[in-house]
């Protein structure tokens, strides 16, 4: 029964991270395919005429349960597939768009729109020390982004810590269990004894 055990526990290790190898491939075989249908939307709608803008190519993305980056991704992808001279051109416009964004992905989405209106009057206004006036607000709402990254990462590793431990836990006491109730050397020897008789 011990061998039953030992071979079924190497068989619930493998299983498990068989099963996490699937999971991730299974993840990112998903995120590409949505990146790829929100390309042949975005295409579509471009050569529909559809006037979008940055805004647009991320609500798009969210309808694919995407991330802003990956949104941008897809209109990248997009960028570079275009074949006539007035849809690059739309495009041409909407990628500049989004770059003013980029250097604010990290910023809440409530606070962008200020953000890039005070980017575009600090670099109108000429003078040097304008163009740094951003540079405090978003060292600050930087770090404040990446202590509430930091808290959701905290969180998520908790629970597959606690999910872990308790599947540990359970592997420990069904071993415990078995080597607990297993036959002792004399027992053992004994058996031997009357089988070889």
């Known amino acids: 029964m011990s061998d039953y055990l030992k071979y079924g526990v190497f068989a619930l290790y493998a299983v498990l991270f068989i099963g996490i190898f699937v999971l991730a491939l299974w993840v990112k075989r998903t995120r590409e395919r949505r990146i790829n249908q929100l390309q042949e939307d975005l295409k579509s709608k471009i050569e529909a005429g559809f006037k979008l803008t940055s805004k ?6 969210r309808a694919y349960e995407l991330s802003a980056k990956s949104s941008r991704e897809a209109l990248y992808r997009v960028y570079k597939s275009i074949k006539h001279p007035e849809e690059f051109e739309k495009l041409k416009d909407l990628v500049a768009e989004i770059e003013k964004e980029e250097p604010f992905d ?12 005070v980017s575009e009057l600090s670099y109108k206004s000429g003078e040097e020390s ?3 006036i951003l540079t405090p607000i978003t060292n600050i709402l930087t770090k404040y982004q990446e202590l509430l990254e930091e808290q959701k990462k905290m969180r998520k ?5 606690y999910t872990l431990t308790i599947v540990s836990f359970i592997v420990g006491a069904v071993s415990l269990y078995f080597a607990v109730t297993a036959p002792t050397a004399n027992e053992i020897a004994t058996q031997l004894g009357a089988m070889k008789q």
Do not use: C, F, W, Y
């Open 106 to 117: 990290t910023m809440p989405d409530e606070v962008k729109p200020s953000l890039l209106r």
């Open 130 to 132: 304008d163009k740094h």
């Open 56 to 61: 647009d190519i991320v609500i798009i993305g």
């Open 157 to 161: 590793q908790t629970n597959i810590a």
